[in-house]
C-alpha cells in the first residue's frame, strides 16, 4: 500500500519546487480539467464541474436571497453595440473574439463574443424599462465568455471561462451604490464562510478599475506562494451607460430620467483559489461546503464478509447528512487512499473486519491526517464536527499565512528592501497620483490591490514621491 501511495503522490510537483508546475499537476492529476485542442481552452471534467457547480448553488442562493433573478442573454453582440460605449470597448478591445461569417457567408456587421455583458444589458433595458414603478430590476446569468488573452493557466486565465455577473438598474444612485456594497459583502461572505479563504475589501485605483465603471470594489485573497488574487468584483456605473445606451424610464415627477446601473461578478477563477489557498503536496484540500463528495468510506480487506455490506449501510446513513462517496472498486486500499486525497475529499472513514467487530471506524481528516476511532453510533454527531473544524483551520491557516507575509512599509527603499525578500502584501500610503502607482510597478514590481475599506495611517506622506498623502493602499504581485 505504501509502494502505491508514494507512486501516486510523486506524480505532483512539490510546492517548494515549482509552485506553478504543482498547481498545473493538481489540476490536472485530480481530474478538474483536461486541455482542450482549443489553444487557450479547457475542458471542465465532472470532478471540477461538480466544485463548480456547488459554487454555483451556494452563491446563487445567496442571489436570490437578496431579490436577484436569473436571466440568459446572447453570446454574440453587434460591433455597433460594444461600440456605443467607447471606454468599455478600449478595455476589452484587445481581448474580444469576432465572428465574421455565418456559414459561409460574410456578415454584414462582425460580432463580438461576449466578453461581458453590459451591453447586451443595457440595450435589454432599454426596451422593458418604462416606469420607475419597473424598478429596481436585478438580474444576474451564469454563462461563459471569452477573453482572448495571451498567457493561460486552468482556472486562473483561460480564453473561455466560466461564471457570473449580475446587472441591475436603480431609480436612485444611493440604492445602486448600496447594491455595489450588498454584493461585495455577499463575495466576501462566501468566499470565507464557504471557500475558507478571508479577503481584503476595498476599493481599486483609476488605473485597475473596470473599463467604464465610476468606482470598483474587490475582494482581494492570498495565495500561499503570497501572490494575490482578485477573487470578485462589484461596479458602480452611475447612470453612464444608461445614457450611452439610451435607457430611460418615467421618473415619479413624470420626466424622463436615467436608471443608475451596476454589475458585479465571480468566476471559476475560485477554483484556483482554493487549489492555492489550501492544497498540499499530495494534491487538494476542499473546504466541505464545496466538496462535491464530503466523505469517502473505503473498506480495507472488502472481500471479508460483512465488510461490504456494513459500508454500504454506513454510506446510506451517512447520506442523510453528508454528500458520501463508497469507493467499492477492487483497487487497493493505499491506492484509494492517495487517489482521495489527491482529490481533496474532507473526511475519509476506513472500514475493516476488526473495526467492525468493535462496532467502530476510522476517521481521518484530509487537512490534518489526524485519525480518531469512531463508534458507528456517534458518526452522526462525530462527521459533522469534523467538517466544522476543518473548515475553521483551513481558514485560520490562511488568515495566518496572509498575516506573517503581509508588511508596512514608508520608503521605497524599505518597499524593496521587503520585497526582495518575501513574496506578500505591503502597505503603504498613496498621494493617489497615476505616476507614483505607476513608478511602484517599475521600481518594486507591484501593482495596486485595493484601497482597503479598513484603513490604516502608516506616514503622511507618500512614499514615492513624498506628498503628502491620505489613503493607505495594499499593493502585491497578482495572478
Same mark, same amino acid.
Given at each position: 500500500?505504501?509502494?502505491?501511495?508514494?507512486?501516486?503522490?510523486?506524480?505532483?510537483?512539490?510546492?517548494?519546487?515549482?509552485?506553478?508546475?504543482?498547481?498545473?499537476?493538481?489540476?490536472?492529476?485530480?481530474?478538474?480539467?483536461?486541455?482542450?485542442?482549443?489553444?487557450?481552452?479547457?475542458?471542465?471534467?465532472?470532478?471540477?464541474?461538480?466544485?463548480?457547480?456547488?459554487?454555483?448553488?451556494?452563491?446563487?442562493?445567496?442571489?436570490?436571497?437578496?431579490?436577484?433573478?436569473?436571466?440568459?442573454?446572447?453570446?454574440?453582440?453587434?460591433?455597433?453595440?460594444?461600440?456605443?460605449?467607447?471606454?468599455?470597448?478600449?478595455?476589452?478591445?484587445?481581448?474580444?473574439?469576432?465572428?465574421?461569417?455565418?456559414?459561409?457567408?460574410?456578415?454584414?456587421?462582425?460580432?463580438?463574443?461576449?466578453?461581458?455583458?453590459?451591453?447586451?444589458?443595457?440595450?435589454?433595458?432599454?426596451?422593458?424599462?418604462?416606469?420607475?414603478?419597473?424598478?429596481?430590476?436585478?438580474?444576474?446569468?451564469?454563462?461563459?465568455?471569452?477573453?482572448?488573452?495571451?498567457?493561460?493557466?486552468?482556472?486562473?486565465?483561460?480564453?473561455?471561462?466560466?461564471?457570473?455577473?449580475?446587472?441591475?438598474?436603480?431609480?436612485?444612485?444611493?440604492?445602486?451604490?448600496?447594491?455595489?456594497?450588498?454584493?461585495?459583502?455577499?463575495?466576501?461572505?462566501?468566499?470565507?464562510?464557504?471557500?475558507?479563504? /478571508? +479577503?481584503?475589501?476595498?476599493?481599486?485605483?483609476?488605473? &485597475? @478599475?473596470?473599463?467604464?465603471?465610476? #468606482?470598483?470594489?474587490?475582494?482581494? $485573497?492570498?495565495?500561499?506562494?503570497?501572490?494575490?488574487?482578485?477573487?470578485?468584483?462589484?461596479?458602480?456605473?452611475?447612470?453612464?451607460?444608461?445614457?450611452?445606451?439610451?435607457?430611460?424610464?418615467?421618473?415619479?415627477?413624470?420626466?424622463?430620467?436615467?436608471?443608475?446601473?451596476?454589475?458585479?461578478?465571480?468566476?471559476?477563477?475560485?477554483?484556483?483559489?482554493?487549489?492555492?489557498?489550501?492544497?498540499?503536496?499530495?494534491?487538494?484540500?476542499?473546504?466541505?461546503?464545496?466538496?462535491?463528495?464530503?466523505?469517502?468510506?473505503? /473498506? +480495507?480487506?472488502?472481500?471479508?464478509?460483512?465488510?461490504? &455490506? @456494513?459500508?454500504?449501510?454506513?454510506? #446510506?446513513?451517512?447520506?442523510?447528512? $453528508?454528500?458520501?462517496?463508497?469507493?467499492?472498486?477492487?483497487?487497493?486500499?493505499?491506492?484509494?487512499?492517495?487517489?482521495?486525497?489527491?482529490?481533496?475529499?474532507?473526511?475519509?472513514?476506513?472500514?475493516?473486519?476488526?473495526?467492525?467487530?468493535?462496532?467502530?471506524?476510522?476517521?481521518?481528516?484530509?487537512?490534518?491526517?489526524?485519525?480518531?476511532?469512531?463508534?458507528?453510533?456517534?458518526?452522526?454527531?462525530?462527521?459533522?464536527?469534523?467538517?466544522?473544524?476543518?473548515?475553521?483551520?483551513?481558514?485560520?491557516?490562511?488568515?495566518?499565512?496572509?498575516?506573517?507575509?503581509?508588511?508596512?512599509?514608508?520608503?521605497?527603499?524599505?518597499?524593496?528592501?521587503?520585497?526582495?525578500?518575501?513574496?506578500?502584501?505591503?502597505?503603504?500610503?498613496?498621494?493617489?497620483?497615476?505616476?507614483?502607482?505607476?513608478?511602484?510597478?517599475?521600481?518594486?514590481?507591484?501593482?495596486?490591490?485595493?484601497?482597503?475599506?479598513?484603513?490604516?495611517?502608516?506616514?503622511?506622506?507618500?512614499?514615492?514621491?513624498?506628498?503628502?498623502?491620505?489613503?493607505?493602499?495594499?499593493?502585491?504581485?497578482?495572478?
Amino acid at each position: 500500500m505504501a509502494s502505491d501511495k508514494k507512486k501516486m503522490v510523486e506524480a505532483i510537483t512539490a510546492q517548494e519546487v515549482d509552485f506553478a508546475q504543482w498547481y498545473t499537476d493538481i489540476c490536472t492529476k485530480a481530474e478538474l480539467v483536461e486541455y482542450s485542442s482549443v489553444k487557450g481552452f479547457v475542458v471542465l471534467r465532472p470532478y471540477g464541474y461538480a466544485i463548480w457547480e456547488n459554487i454555483q448553488k451556494n452563491l446563487d442562493a445567496r442571489f436570490k436571497a437578496t431579490g436577484h433573478e436569473n436571466v440568459a442573454m446572447p453570446m454574440l453582440m453587434p460591433e455597433s453595440l460594444l461600440k456605443k460605449e467607447g471606454e468599455l470597448v478600449n478595455g476589452f478591445a484587445p481581448e474580444v473574439a469576432w465572428v465574421t461569417m455565418g456559414g459561409s457567408e460574410p456578415l454584414e456587421e462582425r460580432l463580438a463574443v461576449r466578453p461581458t455583458s453590459e451591453t447586451l444589458f443595457c440595450d435589454h433595458f432599454s426596451h422593458v424599462l418604462h416606469s420607475y414603478r419597473d424598478l429596481p430590476m436585478l438580474y444576474n446569468q451564469w454563462c461563459s465568455v471569452v477573453r482572448w488573452e495571451k498567457s493561460t493557466r486552468p482556472f486562473l486565465r483561460t480564453r473561455e471561462f466560466w461564471w457570473q455577473e449580475g446587472h441591475t438598474i436603480h431609480e436612485t444612485a444611493e440604492e445602486a451604490k448600496a447594491e455595489t456594497e450588498q454584493q461585495l459583502n455577499c463575495y466576501a461572505d462566501f468566499c470565507e464562510n464557504d471557500l475558507c479563504i /478571508p +479577503v481584503i475589501k476595498g476599493r481599486k485605483t483609476d488605473k &485597475e @478599475k473596470f473599463a467604464g465603471a465610476e #468606482a470598483t470594489y474587490t475582494i482581494e $485573497a492570498m495565495m500561499k506562494d503570497g501572490k494575490a488574487l482578485q477573487s470578485g468584483t462589484s461596479h458602480y456605473f452611475g447612470d453612464k451607460f444608461s445614457r450611452a445606451y439610451d435607457v430611460t424610464f418615467t421618473g415619479r415627477d413624470n420626466t424622463l430620467q436615467y436608471p443608475f446601473q451596476t454589475s458585479w461578478g465571480a468566476s471559476s477563477r475560485l477554483i484556483g483559489a482554493i487549489i492555492m489557498t489550501h492544497g498540499d503536496d499530495d494534491g487538494l484540500i476542499l473546504p466541505p461546503a464545496i466538496a462535491p463528495v464530503q466523505v469517502v468510506i473505503v /473498506p +480495507v480487506a472488502a472481500h471479508k464478509p460483512g465488510v461490504l &455490506e @456494513k459500508s454500504r449501510e454506513l454510506a #446510506a446513513e451517512i447520506g442523510k447528512y $453528508a454528500r458520501v462517496k463508497l469507493d467499492d472498486s477492487d483497487k487497493q486500499p493505499g491506492w484509494k487512499f492517495a487517489q482521495w486525497e489527491m482529490k481533496g475529499v474532507p473526511i475519509r472513514l476506513e472500514v475493516g473486519p476488526r473495526d467492525i467487530e468493535q462496532g467502530q471506524c476510522v476517521l481521518v481528516r484530509r487537512d490534518t491526517r489526524e485519525k480518531q476511532f469512531v463508534k458507528f453510533e456517534d458518526l452522526a454527531s462525530a462527521i459533522p464536527a469534523a467538517l466544522e473544524a476543518l473548515a475553521k483551520d483551513l481558514y485560520d491557516r490562511a488568515l495566518k499565512n496572509r498575516e506573517a507575509r503581509t508588511m508596512s512599509a514608508t520608503t521605497m527603499d524599505e518597499i524593496k528592501e521587503k520585497t526582495a525578500k518575501s513574496t506578500g502584501f505591503i502597505k503603504t500610503m498613496w498621494c493617489g497620483d497615476l505616476a507614483c502607482e505607476e513608478a511602484m510597478k517599475e521600481q518594486a514590481g507591484l501593482s495596486s490591490r485595493c484601497m482597503p475599506f479598513q484603513q490604516e495611517h502608516l506616514s503622511d506622506v507618500c512614499p514615492v514621491c513624498g506628498k503628502p498623502a491620505t489613503k493607505m493602499v495594499v499593493w502585491g504581485i497578482a495572478y
